[in-house]
């Protein structure tokens, strides 16, 4: 028998109950905010995905799914981002459109070691805004996901924010770190000491209890940034103090991909213990530029979709619908109920039948457990009178009504 690959996951209806409605809830509160749906697709040359996430970042070097096809490489994207910006690029947009707001919903893949919370194959929801620099906007988005969360009815979760300045200010604090972590190599994880001279910033979300200690002892505050950062910082934070927004700055906040400057973001919820963070986000100035496009600004988040739902508690009770379902019994019933669905189904209402000759108090357990709203019973008499017995779910009502008035009856 075969079984799904390590770390993915199968929705069954139950479940894909809350997902449509956590997609659809996404999509009024996207649409408030004035932000479209793009969708980019799955596949990517992965060159792509070097070239932005970073040559050095764990997604690059350990996470990639990549197809090998005759001589191009792909990848299954392991984010959003860095094919939206492509798609953006390569559609012309920033002369068609310049400022755009994409949101997007969709699988995401990447080679992890699956445990709670962190799956290989995972679900994003996420916006980016490409063509500006703004303050403004760095404001929106963070209260954008503010805003989807709350939508969701989730609470007790934590936004951190910092800035990581622009990418002169970026290699300054690289420097400054090098500097300070130098005499410390031996103290931290093995890892850290090869991200000492491939990615330094890393060492600063190391999780091993020794380098937390380590980096819980360096004076990390904003002396590398330009005054031009620090003033779009300042104006961060007085918008989300404006709008009420809650979050902490947190110095040493840094994020795994290579495309970041300025403002970053990570929103958190200890509930989910070791892989803690709901989303994140942050500033990617340079990206469009550096994989071809006009020198703009960008901006954007993606909240894991499964995380959301650990959070939320679960799948959603059945809730009663519309459905009304047909028992009918012996052959002529059964023939009369085909063309009854069928004509049912044209005027737009929702019905099903029993398919399995089940006896009449089974029929009704099914219809019962499918929390049908209606049933409709014919057999024998029902056919003769063109009539059909209808039992009212809900208050449990049977009456007997005519055929032709069945439409009808369902309908208001
Ligand atoms: P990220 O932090 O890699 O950022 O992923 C965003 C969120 O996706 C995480 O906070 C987490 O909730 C979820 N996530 C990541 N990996 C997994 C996994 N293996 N299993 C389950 N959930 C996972 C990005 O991907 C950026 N593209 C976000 C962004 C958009 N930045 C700017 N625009």
Request: hydrophobic letters at 35%; glycine letters at 8%.
């Amino acid at each position: 028998m075969y079984k799904k690959i390590p770390g993915t996951r199968d929705v069954l209806p139950e479940e894909a109950i809350w997902w449509q409605k956590t997609e659809n809830l996404s999509r009024s509160i996207f649409a408030l905010y004035n932000y479209q749906e793009v969708r980019p697709p799955l596949l990517e040359d992965a060159g792509l995905f070097n070239r932005s996430l970073g040559e050095n970042t764990e997604i690059v070097q350990k996470q990639m799914f990549l197809v090998k096809n005759n001589v191009d490489l792909y990848a299954l994207r392991p984010e959003g981002t860095a094919s939206v910006v492509r798609a953006y690029i390569e559609n012309n947009c920033d002369k068609t459109c310049g400022l755009v707001k994409w949101y997007y919903l969709g699988p995401m893949f990447r080679l992890e070691r699956p445990q709670k919370g962190r799956l290989r194959q995972f679900h994003h929801i996420g916006c980016e805004v490409i063509g500006s620099s703004c303050a403004d906007l760095d404001v929106e988005v963070i209260a954008l996901a503010d805003d989807l969360l709350k939508g969701y009815g989730i609470s007790g979760y934590e936004t951190e924010i910092n800035t990581l300045g622009c990418p002169e200010d970026k290699g300054k604090l690289i420097e400054l770190l090098r500097v300070r972590l130098g005499d410390k190599l031996s103290r931290l994880c093995e890892d850290c000491q090869r991200r000492f001279t491939t990615n330094p910033l890393r060492i600063l979300d190391c999780k091993n209890d020794d380098c937390s200690a380590v980096i819980a002892g360096l004076d990390i505050n904003n002396q590398h940034l330009c005054d031009d950062c620090k003033t779009h910082f300042k104006q961060v934070t007085a918008g989300l103090d404006a709008l009420g927004v809650s979050y902490e700055v947190l110095p040493r906040l840094v994020r795994g991909l290579d495309y970041y400057n300025r403002t970053v973001f990570e929103i958190k919820h200890s509930s989910l213990g070791s892989q803690d963070a709901l989303g994140a986000g942050g500033r990617y100035n340079n990206l469009v530029k550096q994989l071809g496009g006009p020198d703009i600004g960008a901006i954007g988040f993606a909240l894991g979709v499964e995380r959301l739902l650990l959070v939320s508690g679960q799948t959603q009770k059945k809730t009663p619908n519309k459905l009304a379902y047909i028992i009918p019994l012996g052959e002529n019933a059964r023939s009369y109920s085909l063309k009854l669905l069928a004509s049912l189904r044209k005027a737009g209402i929702c019905c099903d039948t029993d398919y399995e000759n089940r006896s009449l108090k089974g029929a009704m357990r099914r219809a019962n457990d499918l929390a049908a709203r209606f049933v409709l019973i014919i057999g024998d008499d029902e056919l003769k009178n063109a009539e059909i017995t209808l039992k009212d779910m809900e208050s449990g009502e049977q009456r007997v009504v005519k055929q032709d008035s069945i439409k009808a009856i369902l309908t208001t």
